[in-house]
């Protein structure tokens, strides 16, 4: 089941709210002795997380459809990072990975019983009972865990405020008498939270099919007053693309980042794409984002404004720290 983006938590009808985890979204199924962990694009994940494929086993039911978040806490707090290292393609690597950071299973809906009986048909008051029935023998600390809900608004609001500290991508409210709507966005919606930084654009690429400017590259001043690239921006119209060239192209020229510059091409990448001009740090921009970590945005963030009044020196991680 998909969800709908919202810019804020419904105040009327019928939700069941609930944290929007930052990990990769999974269902387990079990059956017998098997147990297959599944991504949102049918990709399996069995191998990257082998303590959830022993934990779910250890769960006294002996089939089951569980839908829920794949997550690493460090220090009682979600870190996506951690998450990314898992995708490896060595055993030994993911087995020293699997002690040092356990991984944890988010569970939010039941889908399959026990019985082997589908719930999908099921409205969400009914399934969200069964499934705290289900859980009732896993552990809160454990590595399989009931996801917290609740029916007030109020608390999903204090979740809102708690998100910078735990980590979490957002709320999720979910109408309490649909089904579970496989593949569409019907029944749920969510909220994330949505900051903005002023950054220093410390380079370009150019549009792969055109002469446009097909993105920003974004800086920040380290504590040691080095740029480093922090992220990119894109969200331009065409004709955005072609009125950029004549804000950037004059101020091609060293340095550009002086501290972590941008990477080399991915497999994805044509020579085009992959190619950066570096500028004058003289362009500050402000920019909304929904997530900071590792040294960088995780996705891609929303061009909003020039910042011609702010002073590139000004723009510092600072700003972007979560506390």
């Given amino acids: 089941m998909e969800a709908k983006s919202a810019d804020r938590i419904p105040a009327k009808g019928a939700y069941l709210f609930e944290p929007k985890w930052d990990g990769f979204r999974c269902l387990a199924f079990r ?3 098997n147990i297959l962990l599944q991504s949102k694009a049918g990709q399996p994940l069995g191998r990257y997380f082998p303590e959830l494929v022993k934990a779910l086993a250890q769960l006294p039911a002996r089939q089951f459809v569980l839908d829920g978040e794949i997550v690493i806490f460090v220090d009682g707090r979600l870190s996506f990072d951690d998450l990314l290292l898992r995708v490896h393609p060595a055993d030994s690597r993911i087995r020293k990975l699997s002690a040092s950071t356990p991984a944890t299973f988010m569970c939010f809906d039941l889908l399959v019983d026990e019985h082997g009986r589908s719930l999908v048909h099921l409205p969400l008051t009914e399934r969200r009972r069964k499934l705290e029935k289900f859980l009732q023998s896993a552990s809160s ?8 809900a609740s029916f007030e608004p109020r608390m999903a609001k204090q979740w809102m405020r708690k ?3 735990m980590g979490l991508d957002g709320i999720v409210a979910k109408q309490l008498d649909q ?5 569409d966005r019907t029944a749920m919606i969510k909220i994330k939270r949505i900051r903005t930084a002023d950054c220093v654009v410390g380079g370009f690429r150019y549009a792969e099919k055109s002469n446009g400017i097909g993105s920003l590259l974004l800086g920040l001043y380290n504590g040691e007053n080095l740029l480093d690239h922090v992220g990119f921006t894109s969200s331009f119209s065409a004709e955005q693309r072609k009125e950029l060239k004549q804000v950037v192209e004059p101020l091609i020229g060293q340095p550009g980042f002086t501290g972590r510059a941008p990477g080399g091409p991915s497999r994805w990448s044509t020579k085009r794409s992959s190619e950066w001009q570096p500028l004058k740090p003289k362009l500050v921009c402000e920019v909304s984002y929904d997530h900071f970590s590792g040294g960088r945005f995780r996705h891609g963030t929303k061009f909003l404004r020039w910042r011609p009044e702010k002073r590139p020196d000004q723009c510092r991680f600072e700003q972007v720290q979560q506390s």
């Fill in 31 to 33: 059956s017998r002795n």
């Fill in 141 to 148: 600390s454990g590595m399989v865990r009931l996801s917290p």
């Fill in 179 to 183: 089904p579970y709507r496989s593949g």
């Fill in 163 to 165: 998100m910078a500290t």
